[in-house]
Structure formats: C-alpha cells, structure tokens
C-alpha cells in the first residue's frame, strides 16, 4: 500500500476514455468498507457523468475548466443525519457550528481517501475539489439542505504525470509522549 500511497498524484488532466461502471462501483465498495465513528457510515456519493450537470459543478467551482477533462465527477456528501436523527430543520453551511458536523467530514473524508487510494490501485487519477460553497453547489443535484458537501471528486485516466511535490522530513511532525 505505501507504493500506491507514494505515487499518488492529483491529476488534472485525463484522457478521453470512459470509465467502466464496474470500477465506478469498485471503488464506491472501497468506500463503503472506511471506518466511521460509531459506524455512523455518514457518507453518500452522486457520481456524475452528463455534461450538463459537469459544466455546471465546474462554474460553482471557480470555474476550474480543466476538470471538464475527466469523463466522471463523484460528489461526495456527508449526512449530518447518520448523528442527528431528530427532526429538526437545519440548514449547513461552512459556518455551521455543530460537533456533528465536524464528525461526518472527517469520517466522509476517510472513505473518500479511500476511493483515491483504490482509484490510483486501479490506474485511474483522481484530483479532491472543495472550492466551492454549500450554497451553489446543493441546488445542481437536488442535494438537500442538511446535508454537506464535502468534495468533488474528479476520476478518469490520467493524461499527465505531475512530479513529486516537497514533502516535510517525518522528523519535522513526529513528537513522541507529548508535543
């Protein structure tokens, strides 16, 4: 695993070649088997194929042109109701304060490194987008409001090779007993 870990690239250029469903639904599996807290499992996926709806995510999303490249976007969304099962009215943004809300990102994003990890195993690219706001980004996929847009996930067959980027010496984070 630390090979595919070394590897891994953020790719921002793919070829023109479809993506099979059956790996599509690989590594949605990979997904699927991340740890959560409590096993809320508070991950959903929208895999996005059209076009249309493509182009759309790209303009709430600095209009980032170059992930119009790769054949299938996976918006990956965390579900504060895996934690709050009450039924109260609550709308999430970037400022919403909840602790709940903190638990389901970071237990989504477990599973999403999970897909990047199986993708890159797979020989597909993946690049992680988060530049954009919950507000415009709900209403192309009909994403309801207490729900939380984690990333979009750009997958197809890379057509690129970036190099390396500078990584910190493990000396430089590691503490041992305390800070």
């Known amino acids: 695993?630390?090979?595919?870990?070394?590897?891994?690239?953020?790719?921002?250029?793919?070829?023109?070649k479809p993506v099979d469903d059956e790996l599509i639904m690989q590594l949605l599996e990979s997904a699927r088997l991340a740890?959560?807290?409590?096993?809320?499992?508070p991950w959903h996926f929208i895999i996005v194929k059209s076009e249309l709806k493509r182009q759309k995510l790209v303009e709430v999303s600095n209009n980032q042109k170059w992930m119009l490249t790769a054949p299938v976007f996976i918006v990956c969304v965390a579900d504060?109701?895996?934690r709050i099962t009450d039924n109260v009215q609550m709308s999430l943004n970037e400022d919403s304060?909840?602790?709940?809300?903190?638990?389901?990102?970071?237990?989504?994003?477990?599973?999403?490194?999970?897909?990047?990890?199986?993708?890159?195993?797979?020989g597909l690219g993946t690049c992680w987008v988060a530049w954009f706001t919950q507000e415009e980004i709900r209403p192309i996929l009909n994403i309801p409001a207490d729900k939380y847009v984690v990333c979009i996930l750009t997958?197809?067959?890379?057509?690129?090779?970036?190099?390396?980027?500078?990584?910190?010496k493990l000396e430089e984070m590691m503490h041992y007993e305390s800070w």
Do not use: C, F, W
Not at 1 to 16: E, T
Not at 98 to 122: F, G, M, P, Y
Not at 155 to 168: F, I, M, Q, T, W
């Open 1 to 16: 695993m630390i090979k595919q870990i070394k590897i891994r690239r953020s790719i921002r250029k793919y070829l023109d």
């Open 155 to 168: 997958l197809g067959y890379a057509s690129e090779s970036p190099k390396d980027r500078p990584r910190k």
């Open 80 to 82: 504060i109701r895996s």
């Open 97 to 122: 304060p909840q602790l709940e809300l903190k638990q389901i990102i970071r237990d989504t994003s477990i599973a999403i490194e999970h897909v990047v990890l199986e993708a890159n195993n797979l």
């Open 35 to 41: 740890p959560s807290g409590d096993n809320t499992q």
